[in-house]
């Protein structure tokens, strides 16, 4: 499994854009970049994933470098209840398509007024 | 939005008992996981489950440790004799048949071994 570097914690004020780095230096050419949150003891929340194209959904928007060996996870405008765990996973590959997620210890994004 | 959901939420058992963690998994998934997560320390995988049969477990996963799809909507978690290090949350996962497709978690079940 590629490993994934994440700083442990960073703040953020309310409506500015939280920008969360993830390095994956080892990422192999077909293993995807996902990111999830966690709410308090709340189950991982999926964010959103990508391969190697920059990725936007209505919940945030995800930049790969070119040489995909890091990403940016971006929150356009942070909310309080945004506050959570962030994890960055390099998915593994299961025989028959099915696949693990491996948690790191994630960023810990606080947001405050 | 289809959701995976757990139940119980929370799970009291004295030690040396059996318990059964179920899950409905979103409807039209075809891979199913389980995770859990003690207090203060990762998420851990657990195993997966497609058609029918385990397709990975870890260390974790031993013989006190089964799955089952007994009908078309449920997959449960059973612990044979449980002990106190059990304790922790349980999280349900399911995803679709595309292997690039993201797994979806339930909001757990909170197990407490006594």
């Known amino acids: 499994d590629a490993k994934t570097t994440q700083p442990p914690s960073m703040d953020c004020a309310e409506g500015r854009a939280a920008n969360l780095p993830c390095n994956h230096s080892t990422i192999s050419g077909n293993e995807y970049v996902y990111w999830y949150r966690q709410i308090h003891s709340q189950g991982p929340q999926y964010i959103i994933h990508g391969l190697k194209n920059n990725e936007t959904n209505e919940m945030a928007s995800l930049i790969i470098t070119e040489d995909r060996k890091s990403s940016t996870l971006i929150l356009p405008h942070a909310t309080l209840r945004d506050t959570a765990v962030y994890y960055c996973i390099v998915r593994s590959r299961l025989k028959g398509g099915g696949n693990k997620l491996t948690f790191g210890t994630g960023t810990q994004l606080k947001v405050e007024l | 939005e289809p959701e995976v959901t757990q139940t119980p939420s929370h799970q009291v058992t004295q030690m040396g008992q059996e318990v059964i963690l179920r899950c409905v998994p979103i409807s039209n998934h075809l891979y199913f996981y389980w995770y859990r997560q003690i207090l203060g320390q990762k998420v851990e995988f657990l195993v997966s489950f497609y058609n029918n049969e385990i397709s990975e477990k870890s260390e974790i996963f031993d013989d006190q440790f089964s799955v089952e799809r007994p009908d078309g909507s449920n997959f449960t978690l059973k612990i044979r004799s449980t002990k106190l290090e059990d304790s922790a949350m349980y999280f349900c996962?399911?995803?679709?048949?595309?292997?690039?497709?993201?797994?979806?978690f339930g909001d757990g079940t909170r197990l407490s071994i006594l």
């Open positions: 996962a399911s995803s679709d048949r595309l292997s690039n497709q993201p797994q979806h």
